[in-house]
């Protein structure tokens, strides 16, 4: 019965550890800033080799010339590299490919 009882703490602790190492993954946080002479209608990032972009982040939101907004990417990936996309208010997009963005606080989308 004791050695029932240890498998079953056993199998408790491995689940806590794997679940607290889960979380330590985190969200990834920046303050997205537009560097450009346009209005950014739209932002995508995607993991890096992906054939499609994930969902607008910025949604109804347009980002004009100088502001700055907060993203949260909650995919919980261990990689930090991002393909990242800006589409502007004429349609003319912009891609940026492979960037860290653990690394910085502030990301400067420039054209």
Aim: with cysteine; aromatic share 8%; hydrophobic share 40%.
């Amino acid at each position: 019965m004791k050695k029932r009882w240890m498998g079953v703490l056993l199998a408790l602790a491995s689940a806590a550890v794997s679940m607290s190492a889960q979380a330590a993954k985190g969200d990834l946080l920046f303050k997205l800033k537009n560097k450009t002479s346009a209005a950014l209608t739209e932002f995508y990032a995607s993991p890096p080799g992906t054939e499609d972009w994930e969902e607008d982040i910025l949604g109804q939101d347009v980002l004009e010339p100088g502001e700055s907004v907060k993203i949260t990417i909650g995919d919980r990936r261990e990689d930090c590299r991002y393909d990242l996309k800006g589409v502007f208010e004429d349609g003319e997009a912009v891609e940026q490919r492979k960037v860290d963005l653990c690394d910085t606080e502030v990301y400067e989308f420039t054209e």
